[in-house]
């Protein structure tokens, strides 16, 4: 089994560095939950934080993150946004 992570630090320290993301790569704030997505050019103070085009569906709540945090390791691998979002939103990714 492969572990992804994404590149990832406190708020503080993705300013204070304000590295430019890849095209496509992800940067996650531990502290706040926040995700961004690079596009090659933008600085990360630039970047706007991801947010999700469409609601998460209904029951997509804090139900939801406590059934996968609560389920036996490993966890089930999610392969579809919605899931993903819920997750990268509750900072459980």
Do not use: C
Request: aromatic residues 8%.
């Amino acid at each position: 089994m492969k572990t992804i992570l994404l590149r990832r630090d406190t708020a503080a320290r993705w300013a204070a560095f304000n590295v430019t993301l890849g095209q496509g790569e992800p940067g996650f704030e531990m502290d706040s939950g926040k995700l961004k997505i690079g596009d090659g050019n933008t600085p990360w103070l630039e970047l706007p934080y991801f947010v999700p085009e469409e609601p998460l569906p209904p029951g997509g709540s804090d139900e939801a993150v406590l059934a996968h945090i609560n389920s036996e390791l490993p966890h089930p691998v999610y392969d579809d946004g919605p899931s993903l979002i819920l997750l990268y939103e509750n900072a459980k990714v």
